[in-house]
């Protein structure tokens, strides 16, 4: 099985690449929606087109995209030779994964609340929700990258 996982490293980091990518572009959306909707009056048109966006955003795309994030980023963690516990930045990197893993859980209670017409947060809160998994990617991505310690 080892071994297994050492040929197929490099299909299995652009895998974990692509789903980050599709994880993060929904991670993105998602928040803007919710400011969207904040505008729109509960029971219109407008309102129940969004819980309908939202609803498959999460569903089909968000979703899925963590899965195979944590799947594929699992399978390079137990691949022989590539990490090195010791290092401090992979678990400065684990930690804010971790952090992206609840804000995706806020968001999916944030879209229930939309869903079920009891949101009771304002299109500021989720503008300034929408900063969070851009600051986390960008120390993610620090860590991954730069290695600072």
Known sequence: MLDLLVKVYPWTKALHIISVIAWMAGMFYLPRLYVY?????VGSVQSETFKVMEYKLLRFIIN???????IFGG?????????????GWL??????????????????RWRRAFAED???????????????????MILIVIMVVVRPF
């Open 91 to 108: 678990h400065a990197k684990l930690t804010f994964v971790l952090l992206m893993g609840a804000f995706h859980g806020a968001l999916s």
């Open 118 to 136: 009891r949101n009771t947060h304002s299109a500021k809160f989720y503008r300034q929700m929408n900063e969070v998994p851009t600051v986390l």
């Open 75 to 87: 399978l390079l963690l137990a691949t022989p030779g590539i990490v090195d516990w010791s290092q």
């Open 37 to 41: 909707h904040c505008g729109a009056a």
């Open 64 to 70: 899925p995209a963590m899965i195979a994030t944590f």
